[in-house]
C-alpha cells in the first residue's frame, strides 16, 4: 500500500493566497520600485507551487502544468520573433515612415479630430505598437491641437483612441500576439474576430469626434508646424515614394489568403528588406542586423527618433519572457486545481454567453487595476475562461476576441497600469482627464457585451472552418436556436 498522499483540490483561502501574492508584489514591486512585472511573476509562481504541494501535488505534476503551457505557446513566440524582424525591416525599407508622411497630409482643421484618430490608428496599425503611435504621431497632434483651441483631455482621449484601435488589429502587436497564445487561436483568426466589436465602436467613435470637431475647432488657430516638421524629418532620411507602401500587400494578402502567421511575416520581412537595398540603398549586411537588433535613427528629430527607433528579434525578449513566466503562473493553476476552485462560484451562476463575456471583459478590467500590467490582464482571464468557452462550443478566436474587448482598450485608463503611466507622460495629460474622452476605448467593451446579449456577433467552434454558403446557413441556424431559447 502506497503512503503517496493523493492530490487534493484547494481550499479557497488556499487557492486565493498566489492571486493575492501576486497581486500585492506586482502591485508594490512595480510602483515602488518601478521594477518590471518578471520577477513577480516568478515568487507568485514559486506561492502558487508551494501550496499545490501542500495540497498533495508531487513536482512532477507541477512542473508538467508550467511546462505544457509553454509548449502551447512556443508558435506565439516564433510568431513574435517574425514580428521583430519584420518592424526593423520595415523602418529600414521606408514603408512605416512613409506611412506617417502620407497620413500628416491628411489633417485639416475641422476633422482634425477625425483624421488625427486614424492617422493614429494607421501608425498603431503599421507599427504593431499603441506606445509608438502616441509617442510619435500622437506628440506631434497633441502640438497640432494647442494650436487649434482644442482642450489637451479631448486630444489625447482621440490619440488613446486611435493608438489601441490600431495596435488591436495589428497583427504586429505585441498584445495581439500574446491574446492569440493565450487563447490558442491561430493569429489572423483573432485579428478578422475583432473586426465584430472594434469598426463599429471606432466608427461610433469617430462620429463622436466629428461633432466634437465642428464645435470646437477655430480654423484660424491651426499651426501645422510640428507636422511639417516631422515630414521633413522623415522625407531627409528616406527616400519616400508611394511604392514603399507596397510591403503592406503581403500582409494584407497573407490574412486573406489564410497563409499562416509564420511564412506570411516572413516573407513581409524578406520583401521589406527587399524594398530597403532598392529605395533606401541599404546593405544587405544592415538588413540582416535590422532583422536582429532593429533600427537606430539618429535625426536630430525627437518625435522622429522615438518612430524610428525600433524593431528586431532582440526587442521581443522582454515580451517573451513575460509571457513564459505568466504562462507558468497559470499552469500551475490550470493543473492543481486553483481555476476550478476560484471561478466555479462564478461559472456556475452565468447562465448566458452574454453573462460569460461580460464576466471576462470586467474581469480584464479589474485585472488592468489590480495586475498593474496589460499583458496579464489579457494572459490571466483568457486562461480562467478558456474552459467555459469550450464547454459551451465557443471559438478560442471569440474568447481571444473578448480579452482585448475589456484588458488591452482599459489598460491605458488606469494610472498605475504601465500602459497607462507610460501614455499619462507622453501626451501630458492625467489618465484621469483624458478618459472620458478615449470613446472608442469606452464604448468597445460595452459594445461586445450588448451585442452578445442580442446574439450578434457570438463565434463557435463550428464556424471556425466554413466560408460562403455553409458559414450563412450555420449562423441562421443558431440565431433560430437563441430566439427559440429566448421565447422559451
Known amino acids: 500500500m502506497s503512503n503517496e498522499r493523493q492530490p487534493r483540490l484547494p481550499k479557497m483561502w488556499e487557492a486565493l493566497i498566489p492571486i493575492i501574492f501576486m497581486m500585492v508584489v506586482i502591485i508594490y514591486a512595480t510602483i515602488k520600485w518601478e521594477m518590471e512585472p518578471h520577477i513577480p511573476l516568478v515568487l ?14 508531487r513536482w512532477d505534476d507541477i512542473a508538467f502544468g508550467m511546462l505544457d503551457a509553454i509548449k502551447r505557446t512556443v508558435e506565439a513566440f516564433l510568431i513574435i520573433l517574425c514580428v521583430g524582424m519584420l518592424i526593423g525591416a520595415w523602418v529600414w525599407s521606408g514603408t512605416m515612415p512613409a506611412m506617417v508622411y502620407y497620413g500628416l497630409d491628411l489633417i485639416a482643421p475641422r476633422v482634425f479630430l477625425v483624421v488625427g484618430c486614424i492617422l493614429c ?3 498603431g496599425l503599421a507599427t504593431g505598437s499603441s506606445w509608438t503611435a502616441s509617442g510619435t504621431v500622437g506628440v506631434a497632434l497633441m502640438g497640432i491641437a494647442m494650436g487649434l483651441g482644442i482642450p489637451a483631455p479631448i ?8 493608438a489601441y484601435m490600431g495596435d488591436k488589429w495589428s497583427p504586429l502587436s505585441d498584445s495581439t500576439n500574446v491574446a492569440a ?8 483568426d483573432h485579428v478578422r474576430a ?22 470646437l475647432i477655430d480654423t484660424e488657430g491651426y499651426d501645422p508646424a510640428q507636422a511639417i516638421a516631422l515630414q521633413s524629418t522623415l522625407a531627409d532620411n528616406f527616400n519616400l515614394t508611394p511604392l514603399v507602401l507596397l510591403p503592406i500587400l503581403v500582409i494584407l494578402f497573407g490574412a486573406w489568403k489564410r497563409i499562416p502567421a509564420i511564412p506570411s511575416l516572413l516573407l513581409a520581412a524578406a520583401v521589406g528588406g527587399i524594398f530597403a537595398m532598392i529605395f533606401q540603398g541599404t546593405s544587405l549586411a544592415e538588413i540582416l542586423n535590422a532583422f536582429q537588433y532593429g533600427y537606430e535613427a539618429d535625426t536630430g ?10 524593431g528586431g528579434e532582440d526587442s521581443m525578449l522582454w515580451t517573451i519572457s513575460l509571457i513564459m513566466f505568466a504562462m507558468c503562473f497559470g499552469g500551475i493553476l490550470e493543473k492543481c486545481g486553483y481555476v476550478e476552485v476560484l471561478l466555479g462560484p462564478i461559472v456556475k451562476r452565468v447562465k448566458t454567453i452574454g453573462g460569460l463575456v461580460a464576466a471576462m471583459i470586467v474581469t480584464g478590467i ?6 498593474t500590467d496589460q499583458y496579464l490582464a489579457i494572459m490571466v482571464p483568457s486562461r480562467m475562461f478558456q474552459k467555459s468557452f469550450d464547454e459551451r462550443g465557443l471559438s478560442r478566436s471569440f474568447l481571444s476576441r473578448t480579452s482585448e474587448d475589456g484588458a488591452t482598450l482599459w489598460s491605458p485608463m488606469i494610472p498605475w497600469n504601465g ?27 460595452i459594445f461586445a457585451i450588448v451585442i452578445t446579449y442580442l446574439g450578434i456577433g457570438i463565434k463557435y467552434k463550428e464556424y471556425d472552418n466554413l466560408s460562403g454558403d455553409e458559414l450563412k446557413a450555420a449562423k441562421a441556424k443558431k440565431k433560430a436556436e437563441f430566439e427559440a431559447a429566448k421565447r422559451k
Open 366 to 371: 479589474v485585472c488592468d487595476i489590480v495586475l
Open 181 to 188: 497564445a493565450a487563447a490558442e487561436t491561430p493569429l489572423y
Open 194 to 215: 475583432m473586426m465584430t466589436t472594434t469598426l463599429p465602436s471606432l466608427c461610433i467613435a469617430l462620429v463622436i469626434y466629428a461633432i466634437l470637431g465642428f464645435k
Open 301 to 310: 528629430n525627437e518625435v522622429a527618433d522615438k518612430l524610428l527607433s525600433r
Open 44 to 57: 507568485a509562481s514559486c506561492v502558487a507551487a508551494g501550496i499545490a504541494w501542500r495540497c498533495g501535488y
Open 155 to 162: 486630444a489625447a482621449g482621440m490619440v488613446i483612441s486611435g
Open 419 to 445: 500602459c497607462g503611466a507610460y501614455q499619462s507622460a507622453t501626451l501630458g495629460v492625467s489618465n484621469w482627464q483624458f478618459a472620458p474622452f478615449a470613446f472608442m476605448n469606452i464604448i468597445n467593451p
Open 121 to 123: 490608428g494607421i501608425v
